[in-house]
């Protein structure tokens, strides 16, 4: 079965400043990758997600994710924070069919942005 | 057009009793998940339907859980003889074909047992 884990629950920027949320993933196959954003009393949005080819994704909002495998990471990042940025994150694992891992999309605990002005 | 809608989406129950929660995907999604999210936590796993097969249950916590999806479309998740350690947000999310694509949320009930 495939893992995720979030460090850091809370993450607090300045409005401008580098956003950096971080992800890492355990799989036995290769993983497929998603960021999800969830705003108060919402569902999840999903802001990109990574599954072959180019390892620096690009999403919505300005934010982008790398897939590093040789660290098992997929950290989130946007160069410039804005107030409605504040929100939780959720970094998801699944696999593709046939490959012998769990279908079961595996989510982490979650971070929450905290953006200052 | 229309997303994932989910009712009611507040529900408070008292311990004991049964509850209903509906959830409607988008149209034509193959797939259709349900998770539960407790209070600072990510969604958890619950059940899994491709069209009216429910193709896993693994993460129904007991038998008071039940799900079905009967003609492939409406999903309705019921619990029954409802214990405060069901107090969560349920999430239903649809996608196209399957867990790799894109997952579409409802905006979740939030289940509160007194």
């Known amino acids: 079965a495939q893992s995720v884990t979030q460090l850091g629950s809370h993450v607090s920027v300045s409005e401008g400043a580098l956003v950096l949320l971080r992800c890492n993933y355990s799989s036995s196959v290769p993983p497929y990758l998603f960021w999800y954003v969830q705003y108060p009393n919402q569902g999840l949005q999903l802001l990109l997600k990574?599954?072959?080819?180019?390892?620096l994704v690009k999403g919505i909002n300005g934010f982008e994710a790398e897939f590093k495998k040789s660290e098992t990471s997929f950290h989130l990042t946007k160069p410039s924070a804005h107030m409605s940025d504040a929100a939780e994150y959720f970094c998801a694992v699944t696999v593709p069919l046939g490959t012998g891992g769990s279908y079961i999309p595996t989510f982490g605990r979650g971070t929450s942005l905290i953006v200052h002005p | 057009g229309a997303g994932v809608s989910q009712s009611p989406r507040y529900k408070v129950a008292k311990r004991g009793q049964d509850v209903a929660l509906r959830c409607d995907p988008i149209s034509g999604h193959v797939s259709l998940f349900w998770y539960q999210q407790a209070l600072g936590q990510g969604p958890e796993f619950l059940t899994y339907?491709?069209?009216?097969?429910?193709?896993?249950k693994s993460g129904l916590p007991s038998d008071r859980f039940f799900a079905e999806r009967p003609e492939g479309s409406v999903s309705t998740l019921k619990i029954q003889r409802t214990q405060q350690e069901d107090s969560a947000v349920y999430l239903c999310a649809s996608s196209l074909r399957d867990q790799t694509y894109e997952q579409y949320f409802g905006p979740g009930t939030r289940l509160t047992v007194t």
């Open positions: 990574y599954t072959t080819g180019a390892t």
């Open positions: 339907f491709q069209n009216e097969a429910q193709l896993d």
